[in-house]
């Protein structure tokens, strides 16, 4: 027998490239993601959703770079699943051998597209470099000069696609069995005998590639593997022109033949197999005073007696399919056609009220998708009583990182009650329990779902620049706006005039670029940039960001009562952490009119030694502010005026001369120099009401990081400017 490695040495050169045409992917697995409820959803469509990965026709590839060979794969992410055809049955390309003999493959799913290669090369490429596993070749094997050409339609399965590959080498007389942790690839005289006599030749390097025969790989949808073959068959009844294998477990055909029957063949499949309900729409309906089933046959009747074509059993494949679901008392309606996508609509919701024959008090559940329970509940209490009972009047504060939560506390319901109905709050499930008639729910279902929206965000983008001041700079933040040229000056808050003398914080609303200012500053080597946090908050809730250090400081200092060993006394010391460095901290509050309302706190702060005093503690420099602004979604507020002053002595002058007192005058000279500098913040907020939005401000954010990674000198134009843009 001939090991791998020999097979390999005599693969020619130009095969090689054939592996650029394999794509060996690791373990993917699909979720679904969390399902979206509410009384009436927007339709998916099912048309492109549901439609099977892109098949290959019989054309020839072989003559394609690697990187313009076909692929496979799709993103099935979104799909309707919908019920398959059973599969009964076993079919070909049974690799032989339990389960325990087969050698563990490198990945667990392969796409894999194979040019023409001789049957060596083609082993070699699928067992050794897609798969990554041992095998051995029996004698013959590696003398073999037949063209091997497989593409596989979508990913799958790494022991699915062994089973695939060994039916494919079963036409051409080779079976494939694994042993020891090995597979092993031999001739099989049985299989030999069943091999047809002529398919235009076998396959021989000279023939060309039209006339080369072509295996190909075919996952069905909706259609039996078997029932397939019956109607391909009837199609080709000449099985020297097409063989066609099937694999009833995997509802997979294999087809070798040649390129034009191929062709044929997938054609025929494409029309075929289609599902049931492929290109049309799908809605779902949560309904409220209904059960889904008896919802169901009611609208049902009425579309039947209005003369549409619709049914409850998924087995008639009507126009118009309304499928419950009693798990979660949904309905989920497909139909071809708009029209009657909007007729079931209509049906669903007049039905879907408050029974007329009584009123009697009934238990509803309200699933709260988007906002906290207990804050809402507090809002429909309002209205229903007047005011919030004492159990909710606080706003439930938000836990510390790391402090303990008892799972009683959350399970823990609250609620009220009153002649307009009850609610009980379960915290754990995040649903409101209401208990009442008909119609006092119906009442409030409009305002539980008008609440029930998900926040909005914003997302901040700050600033912050230490200023170096000179005679040309009187004042960073005047300096900073006359520099925006033709930026629209909004407001100031503080002295309007910063010329000499003034003093306090200042702040500038601009809703203009302020790129500019900063680049001029920044190539002046005025500025030095301190950090640039972005951080993004719900409306309502609080950003903090820390970028320093946790100074020690000593709080308190006592003698204790017992002595030391070396008679001395004990020294009893507190001592607190302070917080250091960039130290930021922003509220956000968005309204309807995408104005943004921010509470600041800003504080840049440095740990340096005590002079003053003799306590062991460092002295905090510490510039810091705290203010309240009302900005325009994409504007940006300027805070300024954080000004500091910096003294130097320096002294020059001939040794141990210049030390002489009163004389060292003479030979030393005195140099007071002074640095100020003064800290501004820019702050710019965007409004983030949706996924899309938010997912747009990370690519934006990952590719400037990105770009400013590769090449530093992008670091200016990365400072200051419009996400928007």
């Given amino acids: 027998m001939t090991n791998n490695q020999n097979d390999f040495r005599r693969m020619p050169a130009w095969a090689f490239w054939a592996i650029g045409a394999l794509s060996v992917t690791g373990c993917a697995t699909g979720s679904d993601g969390p399902r979206e409820s509410g009384s009436l959803l927007t339709g998916t469509r099912i048309g492109d959703a549901v439609s099977r990965s892109e098949r290959s026709t019989g054309s020839s590839d072989a003559s394609l770079a690697p990187s313009q060979q076909p692929t496979a794969t799709q993103d099935r992410s979104n799909e309707i699943t919908v019920p398959s055809v059973a599969r009964t049955g076993e079919g070909g390309g049974e690799v032989l051998g339990g389960p325990e003999d087969r050698p563990v493959p490198e990945s667990q799913t392969v796409d894999a597209v194979v040019p023409a290669l001789a049957i060596p090369q083609f082993i070699d490429v699928v067992f050794g470099n897609m798969l990554g596993v041992p095998y051995v070749t029996g004698p013959g094997v590696a003398a073999r000069t037949e063209l091997v050409q497989l593409r596989s339609s979508g990913r799958m399965n790494s022991d699915d696609f062994v089973e695939l590959v060994s039916l494919s080498l079963e036409s051409y007389g080779l079976r494939v069995f694994a042993e020891d942790g090995v597979y092993q690839i031999v001739t099989d005289e049985s299989l030999a005998a069943k091999m047809p006599r002529f398919i235009k030749s076998r396959s021989r390097a000279d023939i060309p590639e ?38 009833s477990r995997l509802n997979v055909l294999t087809l070798t033949g040649l390129p034009k029957d191929l062709d044929a063949a997938i054609a025929i499949i494409d029309q075929l197999d289609e599902l049931a309900y492929a290109g049309s729409t799908a809605e779902r309906f949560s309904p409220v005073f209904w059960s889904a089933t008896q919802l169901a046959q009611e609208v049902t009747s009425l579309l039947e007696a209005e003369g549409w074509q619709a049914s409850t059993n998924k087995a008639q494949q009507k126009p118009i399919l309304i499928m419950p679901v009693e798990y979660s008392n949904d309905l989920f309606v497909f139909s071809r056609s708009p029209a009657g996508l909007a007729r079931a609509r209509f049906w669903l919701s007049e039905l879907d009220r408050p029974t007329r024959r009584g009123n009697e008090p009934q238990v509803y559940v309200y699933d709260v998708e988007n906002v906290d329970a207990e804050l809402l509940s507090q809002v429909v209490a309002r209205v229903m009583t007047g005011q919030v009972p004492a159990s909710q009047a606080q706003m439930p504060e938000t836990p510390s990182p790391g402090a303990d939560i008892s799972r009683a506390t959350l399970s823990q319901p609250t609620g009220i009650s009153s002649a307009n109905g009850s609610i009980v709050v379960n915290r754990l499930s995040n649903q409101i329990v209401f208990t009442g008639t008909p119609t006092q729910y119906e009442a409030i279902q409009p305002l539980l779902r008008r609440m029930d929206r998900p926040p909005a965000e914003v997302m901040i983008e700050v600033t912050i620049a230490e200023i170096t001041l000179t005679d040309d700079t009187q004042f960073g933040v005047e300096f900073f706006i006359n520099n925006l040229g033709g930026n629209d000056l909004q407001a100031v808050i503080g002295n309007e005039g910063l010329g000499l003398g003034s003093v306090g914080t200042s702040i500038g609303v601009v809703t203009g670029n302020v790129e500019a200012a900063l680049n001029f500053f920044a190539k002046n080597n005025l500025v030095n940039v301190l950090s640039t946090p972005r951080l993004t908050a719900r409306s309502g809730g609080t950003a903090q960001i820390q970028v320093g250090q946790d100074v020690p400081i000593i709080t308190s200092q006592r003698a204790t009562d017992t002595q030391s060993t070396n008679n001395g006394t004990d020294i009893l010391q507190s001592v607190d952490y302070r917080s250091t460095g960039i130290l930021l901290s922003i509220e956000p509050i968005v309204f309807g009119n995408n104005r943004v309302d921010l509470a600041i706190t800003q504080e840049v702060s440095t740990a340096v030694q005590t002079t003053t005093s003799q306590i062991a503690s460092p002295t905090i420099s510490n510039r810091s502010v705290t203010t309240q602004l009302s900005l325009e979604d994409g504007a940006t507020a300027i805070l300024g005026g954080l000004i500091q002053e910096t003294t130097t002595r320096d002294e020059t002058g001939a040794p141990i001369l210049k030390d002489i007192p009163w004389v060292g005058n003479l030979f030393r000279n005195t140099t007071l120099s002074k640095n100020r500098t003064e800290l501004i913040v820019l702050i710019t907020a965007y409004v983030v009401r949706d996924g899309n939005e938010k997912r747009a401000f990370t690519d934006e954010l990952v590719g400037r990081f990105n770009l400013t990674t590769s090449n530093p000198g992008n670091m200016d134009t990365y400072l200051g400017t419009d996400l928007r843009q």
């Fill in 210 to 247: 039209e006339l080369r025969p072509v295996v190909q790989f075919v996952e069905l949808d909706a259609v039996a593997a078997n029932e397939m073959e019956s109607i391909l068959r009837q199609a080709f009844p000449d099985k020297q022109a097409l063989k066609i294998e099937t694999n």
